[in-house]
């Protein structure tokens, strides 16, 4: 694990919490680095470190064991207090949410008790000198919370919480570390099971984000993480690309406006244009990248009487635990993303950063399965 020096205006508490941190990554009873590497890692003097590690074994943190060297206590989770924040988008919950978005906060609250943590959730908004509660942002700053978990929470709020001195891992949204779905797998596995269906004239239909101002999504970004790799999946079976078959309501874009029309009302619409041209120019496959975009597809296409799975066979994006597919589980095939796989990694990432891992512009894509 790597550890990164403290800064020269860093005050004593800075490398107890960072020697505490480490302790705790590692667990009860893990053997921590030596004396003499931590001060390398971290850049201070013996003494200073000296003084730092008796007042963490004052605290049942860290324990010296003569001619064996410096561990984490057997309670070191126990007697670190450990509060960890879920700052989520409002957005994400409103009457037509996704039901993934429950899913996940209940995962990451199951892994939280398991760690012996105090979980919170909270919302984060992008306006605003400060993107959270007063008390929760005046927690952050004192060092009460342990590191937050940014769901959806997009530039302005997510450059203000790296600007504390806490780690934050981001998914579905903005930050320096991010946890992203592997749109590159999911599309290969998608293409995959429409070919071996016999499809050759496939489409691809995506949201656009309902829950950020449009100014913070870039189209541009959003369109490399799904065409690129739904071009190389066709390539790589000898399918055609279709251009005209590449489906969204980007066109409705608004700059500074929140987008007018959430996922479902985007799949209506896409499939009510797509299939309202003449027979001939219809696809005989869709990849749809986000379940709540196939609800309102699907709702569209039996609203017209074409049947999925007899008149155009589908690959929907889908949530395991999640039953928002369940009128169309026979007639569609799905590639799933496990929200506790989500929640693991966010929690993996957050103990790497507490151990003083240091991580520049880095994404982590979570596989289908």
Request: aromatic share 8%; proline share 5%.
């Amino acid at each position: 694990m790597e550890i990164t020096p403290l800064s020269r205006q860093s005050k004593p508490d800075a490398l107890r919490d960072r020697l505490a941190h480490l302790a705790l990554a590692l667990g009860p009873d893990a053997k921590l680095p030596t004396i003499a590497q931590l001060c390398s890692d971290l850049g201070v003097s013996n003494n200073t470190l000296g003084r730092a590690l008796k007042d963490l074994e004052g605290q049942g943190i860290i324990e010296r064991r003569n001619g064996v060297g410096l561990f984490a206590a057997k309670t070191v989770r126990e007697n670190l207090a450990r509060c960890v924040v879920l700052a989520c988008n409002p957005g994400f919950f409103g009457a037509a949410h996704s039901p993934f978005w429950d899913l996940l906060v209940e995962e990451a609250r199951a892994r939280a008790s398991q760690q012996n943590e105090t979980f919170e959730m909270h919302f984060a908004h992008d306006f605003g000198p400060e993107p959270v509660a007063a008390s929760v942002a005046q927690n952050i700053r004192d060092g009460k919370i342990l590191g937050v978990l940014g769901v959806g929470v997009y530039d302005q709020a997510a450059a203000w919480f790296e600007s504390q001195r806490v780690p934050f891992i981001s998914f579905a949204g903005s930050g320096t570390v991010q946890v992203l779905l592997d749109s590159a797998a999911f599309c290969d596995l998608a293409i995959e099971k429409l070919a071996a269906k016999g499809c050759r004239k496939i489409a691809l239909w995506l949201t656009v984000p309902s829950h950020c101002p449009i100014n913070d999504w870039d189209t541009e970004q959003h369109e490399i993480e799904w065409l690129a790799p739904f071009r190389a999946a066709l390539q790589k079976r000898d399918l055609p690309f279709h251009a005209d078959l590449v489906g969204s309501e980007a066109h409705r874009l608004r700059v500074g406006e929140l987008f007018p029309f959430s996922a479902h009302q985007q799949g209506f619409e896409i499939a009510r244009q797509v299939f309202s041209r003449p027979r001939a120019q219809w696809p005989d496959g869709i990849v749809i990248s986000e379940d709540m975009l196939a609800v309102g597809a699907l709702t569209a296409l039996r609203h017209s009487e074409i049947e999925p799975g007899r008149d155009v066979e589908v690959v929907s994006h889908a949530n395991a635990g999640s039953n928002v597919l369940f009128a169309f589980e026979n007639a569609i095939e799905t590639v799933q993303f496990h929200p506790r796989d989500i929640a693991l990694q966010m929690f993996s990432l957050l103990d790497r950063a507490l151990g003083g891992e240091r991580f520049q512009n880095i994404q982590f894509r979570v596989q289908p399965r």
